[in-house]
């Protein structure tokens, strides 16, 4: 329990994009909150998929390991049973520090998530930024939901995260179509040609909950290789 008061804002529609920006980054877009768990023969990625494509997967993911800096800027909406919005998403990384600028064009409001050895940062709250040791911890405090950055940050690259796949389809170039994991579905229906490899243009995952579905959508127009920029 945050031993901070909930956050207040006079405006209504900017408490929903708030609220909704944040629940985007559960996929996130990033979601492992209240999962079950999950029995230990379930098969990973490579065992999910099949033969060539299987291959095609390891040779891709060992083309995209060694991008240790990278950065997307894009559009994530999301919809819940309770909400829906929509705004503009920025995030880059340096390894395993993470900074992510959220914008929410109808409220002109916009708030960041810091991440970097000494903790996490989440700044452009009404009554002050936060800090936490982890950003799990941050926003579950905060906002009342986990947060796992490490699977959200493959999933965007189009990788599986750490842990076992109940499901995997993948193409002959070793790009996910679809990936079932820790509850959610996350699928990759269109594709940038960049190099180091193949990107994710869009990245869309749901999960049943209570009432319906979590939804999350992720349109990335430009990705950028920080590692082997010009």
């Not at 190099?195 to 209570?210: G, I, K, N, Q, T």
Request: aromatic share 6%.
């Amino acid at each position: 329990m945050s031993p901070h008061r909930p956050v207040r804002v006079g405006d209504a529609l900017s408490v929903v994009l708030k609220r909704t920006l944040f629940l985007g980054l559960l996929l996130v877009l990033s979601g492992c909150a209240r999962l079950t768990t999950r029995p230990p023969e379930l098969p990973t990625v490579d065992e999910a998929a099949a033969g060539t494509a299987s291959a095609a997967y390891r040779a891709r993911r060992a083309s995209l390991e060694p991008m240790r800096e990278w950065s997307f800027s894009g559009r994530i909406a999301f919809a819940s049973p309770e909400d829906s919005g929509s705004g503009r998403i920025d995030w880059t990384q340096d390894g395993d520090a993470i900074d992510i600028r959220l914008s929410a064009p109808v409220s002109r409001q916009s708030w960041r998530l810091i991440v970097d050895p000494s903790g996490a940062r989440l700044e452009g709250l009404d009554d002050g930024g936060r800090h936490a040791e982890s950003a799990d911890e941050l926003l579950a405090g905060q906002f009342g939901f986990d947060l796992p950055m490490a699977a959200l940050a493959n999933w965007l690259r189009g990788l599986a995260a750490a842990g076992p796949v109940d499901e995997a389809r993948i193409d002959e170039s070793g790009r996910p179509l679809e990936l079932h994991q820790h509850g959610w579905v996350i699928r990759f229906p269109d594709w940038h040609s960049t190099a180091p490899a193949d990107l994710p243009r869009r990245v869309f995952a749901e999960r049943d909950v209570p009432g319906g579905q979590d939804r999350v959508r992720v349109v990335i127009d430009h990705w950028r290789d920080h590692d082997n920029a010009d």
